[in-house]
């Protein structure tokens, strides 16, 4: 039983170690260092913080420690950039319609237009570039029920906004089994491929029917859409993938999935453009040249020149292997290694290990000399940019340059009248970390701050 004055006395040492750590927490941390030996300080963290907690941040402490060279932001290695990342928390509201962790982001007039993964459209003044506390933002209501969809890219085109989804419909039919299934996977449902469109207004965008697939499978988890000219006809490529049981779908000619696809504004007819993909989550054309970058299984993260008729080799080729979960004989080699040599087109670069590569774009020769004919693309679980440089057939990486960001990157934009780059940033699923999504501005030092 602690006495009367042992609870003052204890109180009265609690209070004075809260204020010198609010004073001087850098003096309170060495005092505190200096009169713990190193095994209990361990020992203090882990009741502290949980066992959990200290493991998670001495992993990546030590992960952190072997990125040799990485650089991170604002730090590039030949220009000298800035980086804010501005919290969408505003757009969180109550009821339903809040922001989700995930997004995806496109340009307009004077307007970045986000729409997560749930069907929630937002206008954002592209002020907050300049001025983030100049947030002027609307949430904008349509005549679609997305409570069974998935959003899975967003484009504009001249005064249109196209959204490609994942319909989730019943199918009894399906063969599902619970080893096929994830997240977004229940027994007895799958996934069409969609596209829908709508003139864009700030009042309500009223979207029609663009194309929705016949075929359904377990899930369709690529979707990047681009306006291209096919034949002197003007539409869209769409990406899909076939990374499921039904891999071997990407090689099927009958079916839509693991493709690109080329569908005309006209007839909206799905033309199979190129085949052999698993998961193409990032689309650029540029000058007419189209660049895919595509998930591999365990390693093998792909960037793809793309052209009309290729074959890629999924899942028959790829420099990554199936995880230790799907692969039974761990020694026996699943891919072929070589796609050239067995008649499908060998990948600009693949990255082993996979770095959860996503979309990519092209720098504009305005941004800095130092990045001319460069690309930047995003990262989800490497967290990171790559500024990478290819050569002028788009054949092959002449460097590329690691910048860590510390979130996942979804979409990237360039926003000409600033000469910047937008990040669409997620928020984590992690239990320490924030789960709000954000803005990220990248630029000149000179620009952000003045």
């Known amino acids: 039983m602690i006495s009367k004055n042992n ?22 941390r060495s005092t505190v260092k200096s009169l713990i030996s190193p095994e209990n300080r361990e020992k203090v963290k882990r009741i502290i913080l949980g066992e959990k907690t200290v493991e998670y941040y001495k992993a990546l402490e030590k992960k952190s420690s072997i990125n040799y060279n990485q650089k991170l932001l604002p730090n590039s290695e030949f220009i000298n950039l800035s980086f804010k990342d501005f919290s969408l928390e505003e757009l969180i509201t109550k009821d339903e319609r809040s922001i989700k962790i995930k997004y995806f982001i496109e340009e307009f007039n004077d307007d970045l237009i986000i ?33 069974n969809k998935l959003i899975r890219d967003i484009l504009v085109v001249d005064d249109k906004i196209y959204i490609s989804l994942a319909i989730i419909v019943d199918d009894k039919k399906q063969k599902i ?39 359904c ?15 002197n006809k003007k539409g869209l490529l769409l ?18 999935f693991g493709k690109i696809l080329f569908i005309d504004f006209e007839k909206k007819k799905p033309l199979i453009f190129s085949k052999g993909h698993r998961t193409p989550q990032g689309l650029l054309v540029d000058n007419n040249r189209i660049i895919a970058t595509e998930h591999g299984p365990r390693g ?9 008729g290729n074959n890629y080799g999924w899942p028959i080729a790829s420099y990554g292997e199936p995880y230790e979960w799907q692969k039974k004989n761990t020694e026996r080699i699943q891919y072929l290694k070589n796609h050239d040599k067995n008649g499908f087109i060998e990948p600009i670069i693949s990255f082993v290990p996979s770095i959860a590569i996503n979309e990519i774009i092209k720098v504009p ?9 460069s690309y930047l693309v995003s990262t989800l679980g490497g967290k990171v940019v790559y500024r990478v440089l290819l050569d002028k057939n788009l054949s092959k990486v002449i460097n590329y340059e690691k910048i860590y960001i510390g979130k996942r990157i979804r979409d990237l934009i360039y926003i000409e009248d600033y000469n910047v780059f937008i990040l669409a940033l997620e928020g984590s699923g992690e239990p320490l970390l924030s789960k709000t999504p954000s ?12």
């Open 177 to 215: 089994t619970s080893e096929s299934l994830d997240k977004q996977g229940s027994i007895g449902k799958c996934q069409k491929i969609g596209i829908y469109s709508a003139k864009i207004s700030k009042e309500k965008l009223n979207f029609t029917n663009f194309f929705v697939s016949e075929e």
């Open 365 to 373: 020769d305005k941004f800095s000399i130092h990045w001319k004919d």
């Open 300 to 308: 093998g993260d792909e960037i793809n020149l793309i052209e009309y």
């Open 239 to 256: 990406s899909t993938d076939a990374d499921t049981t039904k891999k071997y779908l990407a090689q099927d000619e009958n079916s839509l």
């Open 115 to 147: 729409v997560d993964f749930s069907g929630n459209i937002f206008f954002i003044n592209k002020n907050i570039i300049k001025d983030f506390k100049n947030f002027d933002s609307k949430k904008i209501n349509s005549n679609i029920d997305f409570k």
């Open 439 to 450: 803005i990220g501005i990248l630029g000149f030092k000179d620009f952000l701050y003045n």
């Open 7 to 28: 609870k003052i006395v204890i109180s009265v040492i609690i209070f004075l170690i809260i204020l010198i750590s609010i004073v001087n927490i850098n003096f309170f």
């Open 217 to 231: 499978n377990i899930k369709f988890n690529a979707g990047r859409i681009k306006s291209y000219t096919h034949n």
